[in-house]
């Protein structure tokens, strides 16, 4: 689609339904006459021939009034924002009425009636794009922001929207363009004496720096997207009394009855600032019955669709076939050995049943071990990597892949350096890796990655 950015745009900011308060959104040339239109302010006015003039981020007290009619629609509070110094960087209006359907169905109809369109999905964060108040890594940590499932996440959204990874790129990328510039004037005017400079150092100083930001990629994507935990094992070892013991709830049903669980239920807990689906799954066995036999495979896809499998087994009885099975599936996926019920007398766990996975000895019916195991869970998902606190997270798969590509070229460059090739050599790699780091802040950028990145927004951010 192709974005207009001269005219007015209007979309609630609030979710539609009822609550508290609820807002319209205004955003362009016309968020002035619009309010001038439709706004009564409470307070009085010498001239009422003369339109209503707001001073700028001032908030008002009035009503909607329908000029068709006269009807009052609601009582509002009302903002006028001038531009530049505005969300958008052009002129903004924000119109806070009740929440609920109807007024804010009325408010933005009449904004739209007197000279609004309604907003694309994240249209209003595209102009603040365009209009240079955000890069577009910042941009892209808005919707991070609004969708950050735990305080770490918003941490590391927040950090994004304040421009830390921003300034890395920035950082790099203009080291990159000053070796570009040498390299192409050395093509340019090669008659004349142009100083020889060390590039090599200046590359290695960026590919280690694009390393870094890569290492710590995968920590920042699973404070942003969370992981996925399948609790696996035979019937009746304690898989949903872990669950809730986990969860400190009871969200499962209990029963000493085997095959009580034959579906998959998922909750999500905030481990350590980490989203973590946990998937209590039916017990992986033989069965006789439909339903039981439909609910053990879909335990085997959330099983090899999770992204940790804790195996659960029970230490008051020697294991059975069926654990070994479930062990196989399991194969080479990330995985903790949790041993349950030693409440009761033990019976040794054998030391090749998952060799190379943890093993965490807990009670789900007394709590005894849920620490360690939530301590073992974390240092699984981080591989036991832990990245300095001052450094900034690359939480954003898009630009884990750019940086990819960066660095690629970037290697490619130095080696092409390295072996003296012609200068045109290393600058083709070179102009590579600066416009692929240009996706990220947005210096280089297409129509079709912008629509793929402000269409997953909601209407009116």
């Not at 949903?240 to 969860?247: D, E, G, R, T, V």
């Not at 209990?254 to 481990?271: F, S």
């Not at 072996?419 to 297409?446: H, K, R, S, Y």
Request: net charge negative; hydrophobic share 40%.
């Amino acid at each position: 689609m192709m974005y207009s950015l001269d005219d007015t745009i209007s979309a609630p900011s609030t979710p539609i339904g009822e609550g508290g308060i609820g807002i319209v959104k205004m955003s362009g040339p016309e968020v002035l006459p619009i309010l001038q239109t439709i706004i009564q302010p409470s307070q009085a006015q010498s001239q009422r021939d003369v339109p209503w003039q707001p001073l700028s981020h001032r908030l008002y007290h009035g009503h909607v009034v329908d000029p068709e009619n006269q009807e009052v629609v609601d009582e509002v509070l009302v903002s006028y924002m001038k531009a530049p110094h505005t969300y958008t960087r052009q002129d903004v209006g924000e119109i806070n009425c009740h929440g609920g359907i109807v007024p804010l169905q009325r408010i933005l109809e009449l904004t739209l009636r007197h000279g609004a369109r309604l907003a694309s999905p994240g249209e209003m964060t595209l102009r603040a794009f365009v209009f240079g108040r955000l890069d577009l890594a910042q941009a892209e940590a808005v919707l991070d922001v609004v969708r950050a499932k735990t305080e770490a996440g918003l941490r590391v959204a927040v950090e994004q929207l304040g421009g830390r990874l921003s300034e890395e790129i920035t950082k790099v990328r203009a080291e990159l363009v000053d070796v570009l510039a040498y390299l192409e004037a050395t093509i340019d005017f090669s008659e004349d004496e142009i100083p020889e400079r060390d590039v090599a150092t200046p590359l290695r100083k960026a590919a280690r720096r694009l390393g870094e930001l890569i290492k710590s990629a995968d920590q920042g994507m699973i404070y942003r997207q969370g992981m996925r935990a399948a609790i696996v094992g035979r019937p009746n070892v304690g898989k949903s009394s872990l669950l809730n013991a986990l969860l400190r709830t009871n969200r499962a049903i209990v029963t000493p009855i085997p095959g009580t669980t034959r579906d998959t239920l998922e909750e999500t807990i905030n481990l350590q600032g980490i989203p973590l689906t946990l998937v209590d799954t039916a017990g992986i066995g033989e069965s006789e019955d439909m339903v039981e036999r439909l609910g053990i495979e879909r335990s085997r896809q959330a099983l090899s669709r999770a992204d940790l499998a804790l195996m659960t087994v029970d230490v008051s009885e020697p294991l059975q076939e069926a654990d070994w099975r479930i062990s196989r599936l399991i194969g080479k996926k990330s995985s903790i050995l949790v041993a349950n019920k030693i409440d009761l007398p033990a019976v040794p766990v054998p030391e090749d049943l998952l060799p190379e996975a943890k093993k965490i000895e807990v009670s789900a019916l007394t709590g005894k071990g849920l620490e360690d195991l939530e301590e073992a869970i974390v240092k699984v998902i981080f591989s036991g990597q832990v990245i300095a606190s001052d450094a900034p997270l690359v939480n954003n798969p898009r630009h884990k892949d750019i940086l990819h590509t960066a660095l690629e070229h970037v290697r490619a460059a130095e080696e092409a350096s390295d072996q003296e090739m012609p200068a045109d050599f290393v600058a083709i790699d070179l102009t590579a890796a600066v416009n692929a780091l240009g996706e990220i802040t947005g210096e280089t950028v297409t129509e079709d990655l912008l629509e793929t990145i402000f269409s997953k927004f909601c209407v009116g951010k």
